[in-house]
Each structure stands twice: as structure tokens, then as C-alpha cells.
């Protein structure tokens, strides 16, 4: 197991195009999270899975964005109509989620998106 | 709401210096703190939580109600400590941070 990963690494599109990543967590991690970050700022929280239920949605997440772990498994982000603001570095990470006080988010390296 | 402040962008130090990252919280609940430390092209991991009151890597932080801080302290810095440290909060019983803006830490030689 080589922890969390994300593909693709770095995505390029257009304005107005459709955009999905993709998020493996950690086998058995049945906790796994999204969050967003953009330049000089700290990883902003959007949307959490607990095994394949979506148990909190932030409100950054507008109607544009939607995440699915359908198997409780993967996980995709998708970002419908992209608009430039939306450029930033999407982080996910996941957790055993056994106990919320011993409770570690590991992360993966991100999908770097750049909305021309 | 809950909020963190991290007032440094950057914070330049020689080798051997002691090193105070300052991380202030904003919460009226009982809130858990943690830094997490990115390295140059590493992934975001965590360092330390209060509530271990552990030492990691020489660095430690306590947690002061009173005055709503987390400051992570370092005796001796070293050149290996330079990176991008983030200060995190969490309300009891969530599973969700909230990070600060992050704090560039150089250690020259």
C-alpha cells in the first residue's frame, strides 16, 4: 500500500469543461475526505465520505461540484462548467475513522487544476 | 464559527536558532489542535496533536486556553525543519479540520 493516491496529477481545461478526478484512500480507510487549496492559503474542507455515504457537504461545494464513493472505495470529484476560480490544488485524504479522538487523515499529493 | 490565525507567512531562521511557530484559534467550544507540516514536494502530514502532548521531531506545542494559542516551539532548528507548517483546529467530536493559512519555515545553514 503506497497511501493515498490521486490521478490524474495535474489537469489543464478550458472554461466551461467538465473535469473529474479520482482519489484511491488507503485499503480499509473507510473515512475519506476532499478539500481544496489555493495559493498561500491552508486546505479548505468541501465534502466527506464515510464508507460510501456523503456524511457533510461544505458550503464552498457549489451545485457545480459533486463527489461520489460509490463502493465505498474510490472516490471522484467532479467539477461541471469550470470557471477560473475553481484553479487550485484538490487534496484528498482518508482515515480508519475508529475513533474521532485517535482519528489521523493521511493525504494524498493532489490533482493540481488550471482553468484557462 | 471556528477560525485560525496564523500571523507569520514566513519565518527565516539560522541553524541552531530556537523557532516559535504562532497558530491562535478562535472557538468557544473545546476545540483539538494540530500542526501538520509539508516538506518540499511531500504530501501534507501530521505532525503533532495536543492532546499526545508528545515531542515530534524535537518540536512541541502546548495548548493555552487562555489565551486561545497553539504556538509549535523547536529549541534548535534544524535545516531538515524547513517547510510549509499548518495549524488545524477541530470541534470536539468532529472529524473535520480547519486549517490557518500555513507558515513558511526556512532554517539557513
Known amino acids: 500500500d503506497t497511501g493515498v493516491s490521486q490521478d490524474p496529477r495535474h489537469k489543464i481545461t478550458k472554461r466551461g469543461q467538465n473535469v473529474t478526478f479520482r482519489c484511491d484512500p488507503i485499503?480499509?480507510?473507510?473515512?475519506l475526505y476532499w478539500y481544496r487549496q489555493t495559493l498561500g492559503q491552508g486546505p479548505e474542507f468541501l465534502t466527506y465520505f464515510q464508507n460510501e455515504a456523503q456524511l457533510e457537504k461544505s458550503r464552498l461545494l457549489s451545485d457545480r461540484f459533486s463527489a461520489e464513493r460509490p463502493k465505498g472505495s474510490f472516490s471522484t470529484l467532479e467539477i461541471q462548467r469550470t470557471e477560473q476560480g475553481d484553479s487550485a490544488m484538490y487534496l484528498c485524504?482518508?482515515?480508519?475513522?475508529?475513533?474521532?479522538?485517535?482519528?489521523?487523515?493521511?493525504f494524498g499529493p493532489g490533482t493540481r487544476l488550471t482553468v484557462l | 464559527a471556528q477560525r485560525v490565525t496564523q500571523p507569520e507567512k514566513l519565518l527565516s531562521v539560522f541553524k541552531g536558532a530556537p523557532v516559535e511557530l504562532k497558530c491562535n484559534y478562535s472557538?468557544?467550544?473545546?476545540?483539538?489542535l494540530f500542526w501538520y507540516v509539508q516538506y518540499s514536494r511531500q504530501r501534507l502530514q501530521l505532525l503533532l496533536r495536543?492532546?499526545s502532548r508528545e515531542s515530534i521531531k524535537g518540536f512541541t506545542a502546548d495548548l493555552n486556553k487562555g489565551e486561545t494559542s497553539f504556538h509549535l516551539k523547536k529549541p534548535f532548528a534544524q535545516e531538515e525543519d524547513s517547510a510549509m507548517y499548518y495549524c488545524a483546529l477541530r470541534r470536539g467530536g468532529s472529524y473535520i479540520p480547519t486549517f490557518g493559512r500555513g507558515t513558511s519555515l526556512i532554517v539557513h545553514p
Open positions: 472557538y468557544s467550544g473545546s476545540p483539538e
Open positions: 485524504a482518508s482515515s480508519e475513522g475508529s475513533s474521532v479522538f485517535t482519528d489521523t487523515q493521511y
Open positions: 495536543h492532546i
Open positions: 485499503s480499509e480507510h473507510n473515512r
